[in-house]
């Protein structure tokens, strides 16, 4: 059998042998706790620490201003719930948009649930917004605007750089972005834009899964999700995940270190599958923005008279790993309510698949790929 060829990193991504190493020296020999005092507390919190400078040395954040998390669906809870009712005197009026991660749309679910208004801003047929919406849909008593830089389903990028202007000249709300599809891939500079949170995740760049971060711009109010200790400033309560932290801050440093040369490698590639699918098998459709557009990593594709569920297995008994959608719901019927936004045909909502790179992926895997694809299809076409 040929070596299995995983693009389903959108989902998950296999932690570096580096980063692996890192985990396990701070499991097995750094493992003291970072509150303590002696020694190995110190240890453990300098380990903190440097993670904390590498991580926000990405996003062009001040150390301070990172929080560790238990990864991205904690960072967006956080950013949404915290903030909302820092400022439940202020307003009610939250503005997100309808091709949001299930971790963001839930809790904003859960405050309109406590009276709390959210408007949901509409997406174009590439599954951008429109800044005219955003700009129309601000108001007096709107606390919060929160959009994702990167749709993990399509990889449409969102303009953050003109949501943020809005918000900041039209507004007295706080902009959160979920970064965490484009952490690593998509420059985004806090300081520079003028962004309040952002929602980070260790294990979309090759780190431990259960490790996020939420940067908080500094002198911003939030309110505690988890109470009980001064972990994080006093911010964020519970012993810290050492291990997944240090690991977490080297994925970082390696994904800054080799962001240019993984993005052309990555862009590269995706472009390639695109153009040969849509020349192997006819009628192939890509969902969200054309190939050359939107994030590097992330190829949304549909075949004509294919159920997505179906081909994914038939792929993977090749040894070939795809994702049906957002692994966060990809185990329910209801088609995705990110393609629903984009109001596709019904062919096209049930025959999606999501291929997704990352950093161990390389060119050769093109090839085999799109075979496997054509073979699969032409088998499916002729039942």
Known sequence: MQPAIYLDNSATTAVLPDIAAVMHKMLVENYGNPSSLHGLGIAAEKALSHA???VAGLIGARPSEIYFTSGGTEANNWAVWGLSRARRRQGNHIITTAVEHPSLLAACRRLEAEGYEVTYLPVDPR?????????????????????MSVNNETGALQPVEEVARLVQSKSRAALHVDHIQGYGKIPLNCQELGIDLMSLSAHKIHGPKGTGALYIKEGL???????????????????????????????????????EERVARMREMKI???????????????????????????????FPGVRAEVLVHMLEQRGIYVSTGSACHSRKQEASH??????????????????????LNTPVEVTPTVEAIKECVTELWAL
Not at 285 to 295: F, L, M, S, T, V
Request: aromatic letters at 2%; glycine letters at 12%.
């Open 221 to 259: 109010r939030l309110e505690p999700l988890l109470v009980g200790g001064d972990q994080e400033a006093g911010r964020r309560a519970g012993t810290e995940n050492t291990a997944g932290i240090a690991a977490f801050g080297l994925a970082a440093g390696l994904a800054a270190a080799a962001m």
């Open 338 to 359: 990110v393609l629903k936004a984009l109001h596709l045909d019904r062919w096209r909502l049930e025959g999606a698949i999501r291929i997704s790179l990352g950093a």
């Open 52 to 54: 904390r400078r590498q």
């Open 127 to 147: 599954g951008i917004i429109r800044p005219a919406d955003l700009e129309a849909a601000l108001r007096d008593d709107t606390i919060l605007v929160s959009v």
């Open 272 to 302: 390639e599958l695109a153009m040969r699918l849509l020349e192997a098998i006819p009628g192939t459709q890509i969902n969200g923005p054309p190939p050359e557009e939107g994030a590097p990593h992330i190829l949304n594709v549909s």
